[in-house]
């Protein structure tokens, strides 16, 4: 079993900045893919980042160049540097990892981006 657990949302102005961590515990051994994804109510939850074990990131296209994944492999800790948040960013955002076919989700936490 792995754990995640997300903070860092919050509140803040267009044009601002948010960190998201999801730190994660448990068996963490095999896990093959960690991204955050995002969701608003009434649509579907969308991948806004992930990041593969061996290093490979994608992005959405809405996010490119705004927000940045990484990861600290020795706090078991992958982050989402957000930058020039806009309105429409706001969503929960949910931590995610596959451990080779099992899926793992967050609690989720909110970032609400005003305008």
């Known amino acids: 079993q792995v754990q995640l657990v997300e903070s860092g949302g919050g509140l803040v102005q267009a044009g601002g900045s948010l960190r998201l961590s999801c730190a994660a515990s448990?068996?963490?051994?095999?896990?093959?893919?960690t991204g955050w994804y995002r969701q608003v109510p009434g649509k579907q939850r969308e991948l806004v980042a992930g990041i593969t074990s061996d290093g490979n990131i994608n992005y959405a296209a809405s996010v490119q160049g705004r927000f940045t994944i990484s990861r600290d492999s020795a706090k078991n800790t992958v982050y989402l540097q957000m930058n020039s948040l806009k309105p429409e960013d706001t969503a929960v955002y949910y931590c995610?990892?596959?451990?080779?076919?099992?899926?793992?989700w967050g609690q989720g936490t909110q970032v609400t981006v005003s305008s």
């Open positions: 448990g068996i963490i051994s095999s896990i093959n893919f």
């Open positions: 995610y990892a596959r451990q080779l076919i099992k899926n793992y």
